[in-house]
């Protein structure tokens, strides 16, 4: 964001950096002497093992790849306490956040096909540094289309276990024994070609292990998501992959706590939280509430968003009392993974594609569970109580009103 002030009015005009930087972080490093930023950051990003996540160097061919392709590439390690009777379970987590590569104007083919060219490249990247388990944002296969309520976006969905995007992904994920999750526009054939958004968990053998569709859908500013398709019906399946129990919590679901709490009461020890979302609407949001989730719930999450403006033929209108328009605005990137210890790296590129890898020791989960207690000390039974009375049609809410109002 650019920001200027006259005359004591502020105005933002959003250009996809940070007043200027490439991210929060690079602002930060630019201003803040490092003995004080060293604090700055045990207060908004929090320790693990008594520091900062590590950051770990990169080989200088890692490095050199990054530069020439344009992207952002960033890797950190999460460390556990060494125990006696475990084996430390080390896991490298990659997250890819990645923009649309032609105009939105561009036949459909030739724009699908120049996101798989982004893509791969960046998966190649991914698999030459060692990640084991790796997610894509949501619908990373298209543009995010869906303020535009245009039904020919539809073209771009598929099955979810014989699409070409599933076929393509399969490759990859057996060529370099990585578990892959891939959020789609998913196509129902066996049930009257029904669309969903959807995340498909392709295994480390190119196997489809299963699918979850998304359970919140949104109906704020730009995001008419339910023009194309409603909640999912999948619950909160956490699936057991070669290198740790996965779930995906699938963009709005972020804003949903017991969302987040499902995925963690199923046994999850990293959800990816797979979103498409722009500056104006939720990035106060946005570094608090994928943390929040981890320390929470107890899980490691990677909370990834796609980047870039992507301009629309047809302008659009939201029945908010904006003049019409043709974007949504900027989709700030800012990709970040978060321990459950309460520690997070620092974020991806505002503006541009890039990669982020960390290494993490699952053991972290249970040492953190045993701490905290949290799980322990939840109230079910209670929250249970509640929420039955809640949905019945006779409920009245538990306010004890002063008598001398």
Known sequence: CAIAIKDGVIAVSDDGTVAGHDSLDALF?????????????????GWNAGAPVRGVELPAEAEASAKAGGYDLQAYKFLASPEQLREPRLVKIGIIQHGIVLPTTAPFREQK???????KELIEEAGALGVNV????EAWTMPFAFATREKSWCEFAESAETGEATVFLQALAKKFN??????ILERDEMHGDTIWNTAVVIGNN??????????????????????YYTEGNTGHPVFETAFGKVGINICYGRHHPLNWQAFGMNGAEIVFNPSATVGALSEPMWAIEARNAAITSNYFVGAINRVGTE?????????DGQPAHKDFGHFYGSSYIAGPDASRTPSLSRKRDGLLIAEVDLNLVQQVKD?????????????????????SLDYKPQIIKDPSL
């Open 178 to 183: 990585m578990v892959i999750v891939s959020p």
């Open 371 to 391: 701490r905290w207690m949290l799980r322990i000390t939840a109230r079910y039974d209670l929250y249970a109580a509640f929420f039955n009375e809640y949905i």
């Open 29 to 45: 490093k630019k201003y803040i002497p490092e003995k004080e930023l060293a604090e700055v950051k045990r207060i908004l990003y």
């Open 134 to 137: 790796l997610s894509l944002e």
């Open 311 to 319: 301009v629309f033929p047809n302008a659009f209108t939201s029945g």
């Open 206 to 227: 190119g196997n489809v292990i299963g699918k979850h569709r998304k359970n919140h859908i949104p109906r704020v500013g730009d995001f008419n998501e339910a023009t």
């Open 113 to 119: 096909d120049a996101i798989f060219a982004r893509v």
